[in-house]
């Protein structure tokens, strides 16, 4: 390896110095104006090491991640500061110096690695891209290295993965190749963008065990964005908090989840804590769905096998599982939108229609469903008060004053003002949209709603106001969820009963703390001990006690 | 809500041009300083105080000869897009949304109507049916269908699978509300775009069907069949038969302008506000 410039390697690799990034935005009824994203940010980090960067969402960790490549995304300014890296000031250094840069002192590894690779092209082709690019290695000389960090990453037959397009890998092996990627130009730093909050629990824990590993082994300095705080724990040295684009706390990585000092890291460290008493299941359930069976592909794909879980008026079911068990499969046999091919779904006493269309209006009424990406589940066209009006319109023949009035009734009861009933979702903030699909589904009065990995998509605190909203609604209209998701966080602090789903069939069902409780079956076990507790060290112990390997989706 | 400074200078030109078109077109009769089918003067004159544009091939004063042919033209052209398009759209959002053996059916027959030359195809029909206005609309209409369905279709596929209509669907409404309040708001944009070229290609198809001698029948005035009566003077080097290909130009450019600037303000999810 004889790249320019080795033997006069600084210690610190990183230094920013009081970034600055401004960006133009367009507010409703207002002229354009300037808005800053990061004020007055620094940081240092020295060479091999990692450093996390974490906040909700719009607090500018993956502005400030990008800033280290000199690159803004989407209009945005870099507008003060310096960004000095190896020695020198990036942002000084101008186009081709900052082309010289990329891929090779700094690589970057997306989000969502499926949207991020070039569907055309083969996954070796875009690994190795980097480093011919900029010639750091011949192509034989970096493909034995993309092989060698591939069984470095535990992908499976390293050796031919290479030759794979992206849509024949399963995600966690994609957001994997996507590391070997960014390590495979050899660079001295890896910008990691939240590179396991798309996946599942199950596989999340491998991925993350695979980069700590890379790390280690190439001694590569990394800035972890993410912003769940079990994670970070797990690969970070030191970890910075941000809010707002300001800097809120910047510690080591035991400091900062053992002993926070600032009020916003307390409030991220325990952020999942509602206090749920489960409720005793009734003798009545108002909703049974009995031994379905369900396929895609006329009966080839059996997605459902033999199912059969209860229903409690005002209680939450709670159906956990990784993604491909089935559970939205369920939803959608028990919404009719896939008809089940056997077996049948019970609503107060009678047997509901297999196909939607041969549904009663009032069957429909009685279940609603909220969904998990709340920007495409509202029509971008219409305004806040047309979307909640709709059902009410639609159901209740409410028009005009009536049916503002109880628009108006319905956006206090999710906590937002009457301001909002001319906006358009684009308005609305990720926590907003989700707050009005739920005014949406109550508007129907329903028994049941079903959601379906409501918060998943939402920030942590964001996500805990949306669960308590939720249970609040329960108390106060009786209606019953049925509540799909893979975090066992939300689980715990909101269901009255779980249904655990493997591979298309329901392998422990139950009141919560029975299912909660050991002994458990190889799979909930697997399910448990992946959720990411805020302990160092956890990660190595997980792995080690696990019983059996994901099903790897 | 709609702010007058801040239209471009682009759709403004486009809108006056597009304006002027329009009040010549509507008000003719008014404007036109001489008779349809009146002879003034004498073969091919020059442009003059008396005869702005000049005479054409037979002596009628082509000013007056222009203005009557707009409003033949833009009539025709705008009954036949506005045909098309509530044809094409309206079948190609139901074809998306019913799917199954009407889409089919719908889709393979449209094939078979796109697998004609519209040129010839309309060369046929016309032939055999008598030559009036309604024929001309509605064959231009139907065959200009086509195109609008494919798009639409296209278009109207790929929302049909978005949640918001997953929503609606579990709510009951049917199909007509799908259509028409779930997926056409979504679908306006490329569907303007498209109105914009469509409305132009109507407007050439007929110029060249009139050319043809197919189209609007003399003595009435159209744009395709001015620039036919006078194309002989152009080997004398005269320059009637230029003014309304320029005609037929300007107006190109002018509607499209416009359209391009109702894209610009449908495109914004925030209402046309941000």
């Not at chain 1, 010639?135 to 060698?148: D, F, L, N, V």
């Not at chain 2, 110029?207 to 152009?234: C, H, R, T, Y």
Request: proline share 4%; hydrophobic share 45%.
């Amino acid at each position: 390896m004889a790249k320019a410039g080795t033997q006069a390697k600084p210690e610190v690799l990183l230094d920013i110095r009081n970034l600055r990034i401004e960006a133009r935005v367009f507010p409703p009824g207002e002229a354009p104006r300037d808005i800053t994203l990061v004020d007055d940010v620094s940081l240092t980090l020295k060479r091999g090491k990692v450093l996390g960067l974490i906040g909700e969402s719009g607090a500018g960790k993956s502005t400030i991640g990008l800033s280290s490549m000199g690159y803004g995304r989407g209009g945005c300014r870099i507008t003060g500061g310096e960004v000095i890296l190896n020695g020198r000031d990036i942002l000084k250094s101008g186009k081709s110096g900052i082309r010289k840069l990329r891929g090779r002192e700094v690589c970057y590894v997306a989000q969502s690695a499926a949207a991020a690779f070039n569907p055309a092209h083969r996954l070796m082709d875009q690994v190795v891209e980097a480093a011919l690019l900029h010639g750091t290695a011949t192509r034989a000389e970096a493909e034995r290295r993309a092989i060698a960090l591939f069984r470095k990453l535990s992908l499976p037959d390293p050796e031919n993965i290479g030759r794979r397009f992206p849509h024949q890998v399963s995600g966690g092996q994609l957001q994997r190749v996507m590391t070997a990627m960014a390590l495979c130009s050899e660079p001295d730093l890896i910008v990691f963008d939240e590179p396991t909050t798309a996946l599942d629990v199950t596989t999340q824990i491998d991925v993350l065990a695979a980069i700590k590993d890379a790390i280690r082994d190439t001694g590569v300095a990394a800035l972890y964005i993410t912003h769940d705080l079990a994670v970070v724990a797990q690969v970070a040295d030191e970890i910075m908090v941000l809010r707002h684009g300001k800097l809120v706390e910047w510690g080591g990585t035991r400091q900062i989840i053992k002993e926070p000092r600032q009020d916003y890291t307390n409030a991220l460290v325990s952020v999942h804590e509602i206090e749920h008493r489960e409720k005793k299941p009734g003798t009545a359930a108002f909703l049974s769905v009995k031994n379905v069976t369900a396929a895609y592909g006329g009966g080839t794909v059996k997605v459902l096998k033999n199912v059969s879980v209860d229903i409690f008026p005002g209680q939450t079911l709670a159906v956990v599982g990784e993604s491909g068990s089935g559970k939205s499969t369920l939803a959608r046999a028990v919404t009719g939108l896939l008809p089940p091919s056997e077996g049948s779904v019970t609503f107060s006493g009678r047997t509901l229609a297999n196909r939607l269309a041969d549904r009663t209006k009032e069957d429909l009424r009685q279940l609603q469903m909220i969904y998990q990406m709340a920007d495409v589940a509202m029509n971008p066209r219409q305004t806040v008060g047309a979307i909640i009006g709709r059902p009410l319109e639609f159901y209740f023949d409410l028009r005009g004053k009536r049916r503002d009035l109880r628009v108006a009734e319905l956006l206090e009861k999710i906590e937002m003002g009457k301001g909002f009933i001319d906006r358009y979702p684009a308005e609305l903030s990720g926590g907003q949209k989700q707050r009005v699909c739920i005014a949406r589904a109550l508007a129907a009065k329903p028994k049941l709603i079903i959601c379906d990995e409501v918060t998943s998509a939402l920030d942590p605190l964001v996500a805990n106001g949306i669960l308590k909203l939720l249970l609040d609604l329960q108390q106060e209209e009786d209606v019953a969820y049925l509540f799909i998701t893979h975090d066992l966080a939300t689980v715990k602090s909101i269901a009255d009963s779980i249904a655990v789903m493997y591979r298309g069939e329901v392998v422990r069902y139950g009141p919560k703390s029975e299912v909660l409780k050991p002994p458990f079956d190889a799979y909930t076990d697997l399910l448990l001990s992946s959720v990411p507790e805020m302990e160092i060290g956890w990660l190595e112990k997980a792995i080690q006690g696990r019983r059996m390997e994901s099903a790897g989706n | 809500m709609l702010d007058l400074k801040r239209i471009p200078a682009g759709a403004w030109l486009g809108l006056v041009f597009t304006t002027l078109f329009m009040v010549a077109a509507i008000f003719a009769p008014w404007i036109a300083p001489y008779g349809l089918g009146e002879i003034v003067g004498n073969v091919w004159e020059p442009a003059s105080a008396q005869y702005w544009l000049g005479t054409d091939n037979l002596g009628r004063d082509l000013l007056s000869r222009l203005i009557y042919g707009a409003r033949t033209t833009i009539l025709i052209a705008v009954l036949a897009t506005a045909l098309s398009f509530t044809l094409g759209s309206v079948l190609g959002f139901t074809a998306a949304v019913v799917g199954g053996w009407f889409d089919t059916l719908m889709s393979r027959f449209v094939d078979l109507l796109m697998a004609i030359p519209t040129l010839i195809f309309a060369l046929v029909v016309l032939s055999v049916l008598p030559s009036t206005l309604v024929t001309l609309i509605l064959v231009m209409g139907i065959l200009d269908a086509t195109r609008v369905y494919r798009l639409s279709r296209a278009v109207a596929v790929d929302i049909n699978v978005m949640d918001f209509v997953e929503a609606a669907k579990l709510r009951g409404e049917g199909s007509t509300w799908i259509i028409f309040r779930e997926i056409l708001p979504n679908a306006l944009s490329p569907l303007v775009s498209e109105l914009g070229l469509r409305f132009i290609y109507a407007v050439l198809f007929l110029s060249a069907l009139s050319f043809l001698g197919l189209g609007v029948q003399p003595p009435q005035a159209d744009w395709g069949g001015m620039v036919k009566e006078n194309k002989d003077g152009i080997v004398f080097g005269i320059p009637a038969a230029l003014i309304p290909a320029a005609a037929i130009a300007a107006l190109a450019i002018s509607v499209n302008l416009v359209a391009d600037w109702v894209l610009n303000r449908t495109t914004s999810l925030k209402g046309g506000r941000g």
